[in-house]
């Protein structure tokens, strides 16, 4: 059993066709090719079609048609086959690329947008897998510019658009050009073919296709040569511009067309196979998926995973190698195109792309096709799962003994090995190794380097705002110079930083805070929390900073702040809750899951975590007793007047989780507080 990443389906009524075709008068240039294309326009919703020789051929002749020489430019997305850009240069143009959003692999909308200029006349939008994202947007902004579209569908039959309208119909484009290499969802042997609605490109296109010679009631030129006394002469033909050979043969289309016959069912299945891959990959940590919004209308020509190798301590070397032991083939789909050498030399640079670049560092296509039986997938993944089981991610928790990082080592569900520091607390045995080292940088550099450690958390400080008034040392010394250890033993390296940082550093008088906002300090501990932070972004800008404020069951070692609530109400003792601070805590659950998927995306940079509503610790402590079913009574409102109390406090620190929400958006319910409190979390 050899299991490729894709491969054609071929049954007896293919082969009768092709035979019928080998029997009949013609081999090419006979009545097959023109039925497939009358096939292929109905399928998609086009009015014309024109079959080639192969995708190549047909985008090429796509912008030959659309007059594209050497004064013009072609825009297309960097994540490709080369072809896609290649087509401009053998018309002597020039072209330049987009990067892609990581979670469509489709060209990005706003750097295509900056880069058209008066050269482009045409855009290539590549529908990788077989998915179109932004067709609508791109062909807006393309006849604002007065720009052509032409589609780069080799991956796509049988895809649909978001409106649910097929792939094809040129809907979105002027031009859409697909291709039936043997992995492509239907196959010629090697074939392509272009849809279209414009009659002029369409007879354009079939000049072109024939070495310029006119078709379709072309008018002669050569009038005195082409007719005898009014009547055409039946020899006659004339060559009107340099066309090309890119003619498809009959025998080709005898096969596409039967093949189209199956093409629904190859594509339902493609997606059943992407949909089932899709459950059970996403629960391995490291392993990424790309377009997983988009199963419904892809044409699902390949199933791309993203594994993030360096996290795992392993290389895509390594991991394919493993894969072909098992007999089974994995690809990649692509290397940008301005790394290969011709575009290099070019100018081109992959810096300029960086999502083109972090793909294909970790991109990898999965058998994904007609014939692949649910034994074979099954197959296929337990491979992944078992190489990744073998695989674990090493971790360096630091305050495992607190209310997050003991959060942290119980959901973690065996893809790492932690190591949690060992401060004073024998803590996590259980689910950790805990180790105890002289926190000074040439112990923890010899440790990070002898036990692989690919991640650190840190978790720890001292929370305590009365405690960091009071010991103002000990407050720098937990807040500050541990962070500063860490950052100074992990230099030069490729250890990822995540740090917790807290919501007590803004205030603002209404609405939520962003990012962007300004830094306050009205404590001693904020300013313990702002001196790491800024730390932190000057000497390891590729570090991960959550600032949050969180609640949820505490530990033995630790009561947390909804503890403190419960345990005083049950115990009837009254308690003085602030009615004028506000804050928008999450529970400890979602902030660790939420957490660990952005570890697994290997996101950098300032992230709130927080739930959507802001509430004040009064209200936030009733919820907590009615949901105990405890007396609210013994909850006493008592406003903060920072003239009274002997330290200050921000009053509002309502986070905004947009920045979070952009990359996961998926996460909006999760992070709805009263669901969160419902969920017994507390
Ligand atoms: C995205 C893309 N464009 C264009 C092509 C060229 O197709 P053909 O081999 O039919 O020329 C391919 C082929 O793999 C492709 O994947």
Known sequence: MKLPYSKQYIDKKDINEVVKCLKSDFVTQGPYIEKFE???????????????????????????AINFSNNDKLLTSIISFVSTAN??????????????????ISLNLEMLK?????????????????????????????????????????????GEYSDGTKIGSCKYSDMSVFSFHPVKSITTGEGGVITTNNKEIYKKLLRLRSHGINKVNDKFINKELAFTKRKKNPWYYEMRELGYHYRITDIQCALGLTQLDKLNNFIKKRRELSRYYDDELKKIFGLNLSQISMRKNTAAHIYVIRINYKFFSTTRQEFMAYMRNKN??????????????????????????????????????????????????????????????????????????????????????????????LN??????????????NLNIKFLKKFIYEKNISIIINASGLTSLEECESKRNLAIKSNVKIISTILNSIQNTDVKLVHISTDQIFDKKRGKIAESEKLVF??????????????????????????????????????????YIVKNLQRKNFIPIWSNINFSPVSLNTLVKCLFKMINRNISGVFNISSNQKISKFKFAN?????????????IPKKFDNKREKIDRPLNMFLNNKKLLDLFPELEKELDLSKQIQKKLI
């Open 87 to 104: 087509v401009s240069q053998f018309l002597d143009g020039k072209v330049d690329f987009v990067d892609i959003n990581l979670d469509t």
């Open 38 to 64: 009358k096939k292929i326009s109905k399928y998609v919703g086009s009015k014309y079609a024109v079959a080639v020789s192969s995708c190549t051929a047909g985008l090429h002749i796509a912008l030959k």
């Open 522 to 563: 009205k404590n001693y501990y904020a300013k313990t929390k702002v001196l790491a932070e800024n730390q932190i972004k000057k000497l390891n800008p590729k570090s991960l900073i959550i600032r949050s404020n969180f609640f949820g069951k505490g530990t033995v070692y630790r009561n947390s702040y909804s503890d």
């Open 114 to 158: 900056k880069k058209i200029d008066k050269n482009v006349k045409a855009i290539i939008p590549v529908h990788i897998s077989g998915a179109a994202y932004n067709e609508k947007e791109i062909y807006k902004v393309a006849k604002e510019k007065k720009v052509f579209v032409i589609e780069d569908c080799a991956h796509a039959l049988g």
């Open 424 to 437: 004073k607390k024998n803590i996590g045995r259980k689910f950790s190794k805990s180790v105890k080292f």
């Open 623 to 635: 919820k907590i007793a009615e949901l105990k079913k405890l007396d609210k009574k013994f909850i």
């Open 328 to 421: 089974i083939y994995c690809q990649v789909h692509y290397m940008p195109i301005c790394m290969h050498p011709y575009y290099k030399n070019k100018g081109f640079r992959i810096e300029n792309f960086p999502n083109a670049k972090k793909y294909y560092d970790e991109c990898i296509s999965i058998p994904c096709y007609y014939s692949l039986s649910v034994k074979e997938q099954k197959f296929v993944i337990h491979h992944i799962k078992n190489f990744f089981y073998n695989k674990k991610v090493n971790l360096l928790l630091f305050g495992g003994s607190g209310l997050l990082g003991s959060n942290i080592l119980k959901m973690n569900k065996s893809n790492f090995n932690i190591f949690t520091y």
